[in-house]
């Protein structure tokens, strides 16, 4: 069973403007997600996080929004740029549980010029 | 560099053959994580490691694969008997804290594994 989901396979967005991208979990005893941005031949760079303690976190030009009561998360990408175009995973763990994280399969971004 | 270190970076193994991955961990790191990824999908985990300490082996598909790490820094994942659906990219992280800590975890670049 997936538990974490990301439904999109790929995105396309025009430079400049917003991307997001949603995701979805079904464990409720999820309480830190992650975003991580994958680069063909490379590993996942760590992005962004949240606790389940927030709604809320922004760095730069990413955000990222939990909504626990619909176990749905959510990263913005503000403004998009060419340089964006990479897959993002979604990830979650539970801490109480050793922290090992769960992945959803991915979206691919493409920013075009 | 202060990343984490994989190697190699790609494995070519027949079937039957044994191999051995090895992980550099950032230094200082408490924990230490293997996924593995097959193509097209997330990275899924197989083992944690908190210092030397094996806490986590529930996502090892099979008794052939095999890991450790004897002096809570590098650490290498072993499969014997390589089949071909052993075939994927074996990632390594680690964190700084241990159990119950928000954490982020730093990724290694892979060792992409083919089996003929």
């Known amino acids: 069973d997936q538990q974490v989901k990301q439904n999109s396979p790929s995105l396309s967005v025009q430079e400049g403007r917003i991307s997001i991208l949603n995701c979805d979990y079904t464990?409720?005893?999820?309480?830190?997600f992650l975003w991580y941005k994958k680069y063909p031949a490379e590993g996942p760079t760590f992005l962004i996080s949240i606790s389940s303690i927030k709604d809320k976190n922004e760095d730069g030009r990413f955000t990222v929004f939990l909504n626990k009561s619909a176990k749905h998360l959510s990263l913005h990408i503000v403004p998009s740029q060419p340089g964006d175009s990479a897959v993002y995973f979604c990830?979650?763990?539970?801490?109480?549980?050793?922290?090992?994280?769960?992945f959803g399969a991915g979206t691919i971004l493409r920013v075009k010029s | 560099g202060a990343g984490v270190s994989q190697s190699p970076r790609y494995k070519v193994a027949k079937r039957g053959q044994d191999v051995a991955l090895r992980c550099d961990p950032i230094s200082g790191h408490v924990s230490l994580f293997w996924y593995q990824q097959a193509l097209g999908q997330g990275p899924e985990f197989l083992t944690y490691?908190?210092?030397?300490?094996?806490?986590?082996k529930s996502g090892l598909p099979s008794d052939r694969f095999f890991a450790e790490r004897p002096e809570g820094s590098v650490s290498t994942l072993k499969i014997q008997r390589t089949q071909k659906e052993d075939s994927a990219v074996y990632l390594c992280?680690?964190?700084?804290?241990?159990?119950?800590?928000?954490?982020?975890?730093?990724f290694g670049p892979g060792t992409r594994l083919t089996v003929l």
């Open positions: 990830a979650a763990s539970a801490t109480a549980r050793g922290n090992k994280l769960v």
């Open positions: 490691f908190q210092n030397e300490a094996q806490l986590d």
């Open positions: 464990n409720s005893m999820f309480d830190y």
């Open positions: 992280a680690s964190s700084r804290g241990g159990t119950n800590s928000y954490n982020e975890q730093f």
